[in-house]
């Protein structure tokens, strides 16, 4: 067993989850999904999704007939693999320590479904609250915490380049770790 640092904090990180969409390639049932399951992986979540065949459709249905069969085509597989993915999502939480979240995509239609919500602490002056407050006073959100997600959504999407580099510096900094001397 790999040696598991704790995280600033006292957290223990869960395992290495490298090989974790080989692994989940490899146990979905063939023919989900028509290419290769999207994997997404931070250290509470690993979501599955999966690309899902477009229904046949009329050539004059109408942007909102083809979300509806969109949408179907998604409830359907949901409720037709409900024991097949939670046999494989036991088998991802037991082997990556980490909660299963699974999606589906049909057209330009996505659902996710049975996905994590983890609570985060932080502390906030006046001026941060009266921002949230502000957003919620305005009903871009229903609450400080609904707001607090919508910004970090916001920074996420502006900055995903920046994001991306320090992740990747990151990984880089735990495989050096890996490689390190034994202690």
């Given at each position: 067993m790999p040696v598991r640092f704790a995280a600033p904090g006292g957290r223990t990180e869960p395992p290495n989850a490298d090989d974790a969409a080989a692994w989940i390639t490899g146990a979905l049932p063939d023919g989900w999904f028509t290419e290769a399951?999207?994997?997404?992986?931070?250290?509470?979540?690993?979501?599955i999704w999966g690309r899902l065949p477009r229904p046949d459709l009329p050539e004059d249905a109408t942007d909102a007939d083809r979300a509806a069969g969109q949408a179907g085509r998604i409830s359907g597989f949901r409720e037709e693999t409900r024991e097949a993915r939670i046999r494989v999502a036991r088998q991802v939480e037991h082997r990556y320590q980490r909660k299963v979240a699974w999606g589906a995509r049909c057209g330009e239609t996505s659902e996710l479904y049975t996905h994590l919500?983890?609570?985060?602490?932080t502390r906030?002056?006046?001026p941060e609250r009266q921002v949230l407050d502000?957003?919620?006073?305005?009903?871009?959100?229903?609450?400080?915490?609904e707001a607090l997600a919508w910004c970090v959504k916001l920074v996420g999407r502006h900055t995903e380049d920046w994001l991306e580099e320090l992740r990747s510096a990151m990984t880089r900094v735990d495989e050096?770790?890996?490689?390190?001397?034994?202690?």
């Amino acid at each position: 067993m790999p040696v598991r640092f704790a995280a600033p904090g006292g957290r223990t990180e869960p395992p290495n989850a490298d090989d974790a969409a080989a692994w989940i390639t490899g146990a979905l049932p063939d023919g989900w999904f028509t290419e290769a399951p999207e994997v997404v992986i931070d250290r509470d979540e690993i979501i599955i999704w999966g690309r899902l065949p477009r229904p046949d459709l009329p050539e004059d249905a109408t942007d909102a007939d083809r979300a509806a069969g969109q949408a179907g085509r998604i409830s359907g597989f949901r409720e037709e693999t409900r024991e097949a993915r939670i046999r494989v999502a036991r088998q991802v939480e037991h082997r990556y320590q980490r909660k299963v979240a699974w999606g589906a995509r049909c057209g330009e239609t996505s659902e996710l479904y049975t996905h994590l919500s983890a609570p985060v602490m932080t502390r906030l002056r006046q001026p941060e609250r009266q921002v949230l407050d502000t957003l919620v006073d305005a009903g871009v959100a229903r609450s400080r915490s609904e707001a607090l997600a919508w910004c970090v959504k916001l920074v996420g999407r502006h900055t995903e380049d920046w994001l991306e580099e320090l992740r990747s510096a990151m990984t880089r900094v735990d495989e050096l770790r890996r490689r390190g001397p034994e202690a």
